[in-house]
């Protein structure tokens, strides 16, 4: 029998319900495995479970320290550090101090913050061969990885002790990795292009690095396969083995995705590095600001400081009181303004006159004085004005050379500013010449008025 339409209608919630359970359901398991991905503690496809288990099978479950907040201070030179899929850069400055003073590190990174951690190491990253030799189901996503066999000084051929017992490996959307000095640990051989090596380990100082351009090899999919799970082991030995300069057996750290730094390896920080944390935690910070903006409680702090800020301003701008200023021909004359005697007197008083200009204003009084006294003609020259004193008697011996060595000085400072180019003078130049000139003055006005030598 044909539906109606009001049954239709009816019968449209009734399969809508299950249909947005479904669509919930989804978007929920989405949502949770995009944020367990290579998570330790996540039993799921896209989790790192297997790999803690096997590291805690191979070192031992108390030698296994899992932890979203990495203590620089807790890691020994004998300790292990696997940082998998980092979404921040490790601090470079902590990690390169580990690595020197013997630490192993091991970076399993494609598309995180790893290429951060790696430049600093000049470990450069490659694409992947779009041809592999190899494959899964032939699928260039899931390229099949090989050791790289290097010939020893013994003549035999040798691998890194990491993929000692791997035959294949099973990677899973892969990137390659370049540098000129450190030892190819894994590649991936390619037909009609160059093999991509994709595994990379030197020794930094006394410790070991290891790169790995793949974290999905060792996520709980891949680990299906014996290649990969021989990697995980053989890494969680590499890690802890001893080493050339000692035994270790350390502990093995793991950090994932978002973690946490703190404190200094060795418990000892320098200035340096206190400032180069402080610089990149500026940068972080700017970064994430540009990226995501500043937070919304942020933006209504800097509103309300602003408001406050404005309102502050206009009331005290509103509330300002102004002196009445009187009209230009009711306010009182300067002194520098004035003419006359105290005019002059303003303008050589003033800051901004130079000392050279009172100099010159004693020595014009000097010759207009003792000129009047000698009865000679202004003006006068230095050496008449001496010469006149000298014979007239008006003057002692010393007078006369305090007058002599005033006239000089004098005459220099009138010299250069005729020049454009005053010298320097300074203030008790000024008050000694003042006392010299009105000692003199007095000597001559004690003496009496002489009258000049007439000729006949």
């Given at each position: 029998m044909a539906?109606?339409?009001?049954?239709?209608?009816?019968?449209?919630?009734?399969?809508?319900?299950?249909?947005?359970?479904?669509?919930?359901?989804?978007?929920?398991?989405?949502?949770?495995?995009?944020?367990?991905?290579?998570?330790?503690?996540?039993?799921?496809?896209?989790?790192?479970?297997?790999?803690?288990s096997i590291l805690s099978t191979v070192v031992g479950s108390q030698?296994?320290?899992?932890?979203?907040?990495?203590?620089?201070?807790?890691?020994?030179?004998?300790?292990?550090?696997?940082?998998?899929?980092?979404?921040?850069?490790?601090?470079?400055?902590?990690?390169?101090?580990?690595?020197?003073?013997?630490?192993?590190?091991?970076?399993?990174?494609?598309?995180?913050?790893?290429?951060?951690?790696?430049?600093?190491?000049?470990?450069?990253?490659?694409?992947?061969?779009?041809r592999p030799a190899r494959a899964l189901r032939n699928n260039p996503a899931l390229a099949i990885a090989e050791p790289v066999a290097d010939m020893t000084p013994a003549r035999t051929m040798s691998v890194h002790p990491t993929v000692a017992s791997v035959t294949q490996l099973v990677t899973n959307h892969p990137t390659g990795l370049s540098h000129p000095n450190l030892s190819a640990v894994l590649q991936i051989r390619a037909r009609g292009e160059p093999d991509v090596v994709i595994a990379v380990a030197g020794q930094v100082g006394r410790g070991r690095l290891l790169a790995v351009s793949d974290p999905s090899i060792v996520i709980n999919q891949m680990m299906r396969y014996p290649g990969n799970r021989e990697f995980a082991a053989g890494l969680a030995r590499y890690l802890v083995d001893d080493d050339t300069w000692g035994s270790r057996g350390g502990r093995v750290f793991v950090v994932t995705n978002e973690f946490r730094e703190e404190g200094a390896f060795g418990n000892q920080s320098s200035i340096a590095k206190s400032l180069g944390a402080t610089l990149r935690d500026v940068a972080s910070v700017l970064a994430d600001t540009r990226e995501h903006g500043l937070p919304s409680t942020l933006l209504l702090v800097l509103g309300a400081l602003a408001a406050l800020g404005t309102v502050t301003w206009l009331g005290a701008v509103g509330a300002r009181a102004y002196r009445r200023v009187p009209p230009r021909?009711?306010?009182?004359?300067?002194?520098?303004?004035?003419?006359?005697?105290?005019?002059?007197?303003?303008?050589?008083?003033?800051?901004?006159?130079?000392?050279?200009?009172?100099?010159?204003?004693?020595?014009?009084?000097?010759?207009?004085?003792?000129?009047?006294?000698?009865?000679?003609?202004?003006?006068?020259?230095?050496?008449?004005?001496?010469?006149?004193?000298?014979?007239?008697?008006?003057?002692?011996?010393?007078?006369?050379?305090?007058?002599?060595?005033?006239?000089?000085?004098?005459?220099?400072?009138?010299?250069?500013?005729?020049?454009?180019?005053?010298?320097?003078?300074?203030?008790?130049?000024?008050?000694?010449?003042?006392?010299?000139?009105?000692?003199?003055?007095?000597?001559?006005?004690?003496?009496?008025?002489?009258?000049?030598h007439r000729e006949e």
């Open positions: 539906v109606t339409s009001p049954q239709r209608l009816r019968l449209l919630p009734s399969l809508a319900r299950p249909a947005a359970t479904v669509a919930l359901a989804l978007m929920l398991w989405s949502s949770v495995a995009l944020a367990t991905s290579f998570s330790t503690q996540d039993s799921g496809w896209e989790g790192c479970s297997i790999l803690t030698n296994v320290v899992v932890t979203q907040n990495l203590v620089w201070g807790d890691l020994k030179p004998e300790d292990g550090l696997i940082v998998l899929h980092p979404v921040h850069a490790v601090n470079p400055d902590e990690l390169s101090a580990f690595l020197r003073a013997g630490g192993r590190v091991a970076v399993l990174d494609d598309y995180g913050a790893g290429d951060e951690i790696l430049g600093r190491f000049h470990i450069r990253r490659l694409p992947p061969p779009q021909f009711a306010r009182p004359v300067p002194l520098v303004a004035q003419g006359g005697v105290a005019g002059r007197a303003a303008v050589l008083a003033a800051p901004t006159t130079h000392r050279a200009l009172a100099i010159l204003e004693l020595k014009s009084a000097l010759e207009e004085a003792m000129a009047s006294r000698l009865g000679l003609e202004v003006p006068v020259s230095a050496a008449d004005l001496y010469g006149g004193l000298q014979k007239a008697g008006a003057l002692d011996d010393g007078q006369l050379k305090a007058l002599k060595k005033l006239l000089l000085m004098m005459g220099m400072v009138e010299t250069s500013v005729t020049a454009g180019r005053p010298i320097r003078i300074r203030e008790r130049d000024v008050k000694s010449a003042a006392n010299i000139v009105k000692n003199l003055l007095g000597a001559t006005e004690h003496n009496g008025h002489v009258e000049p």
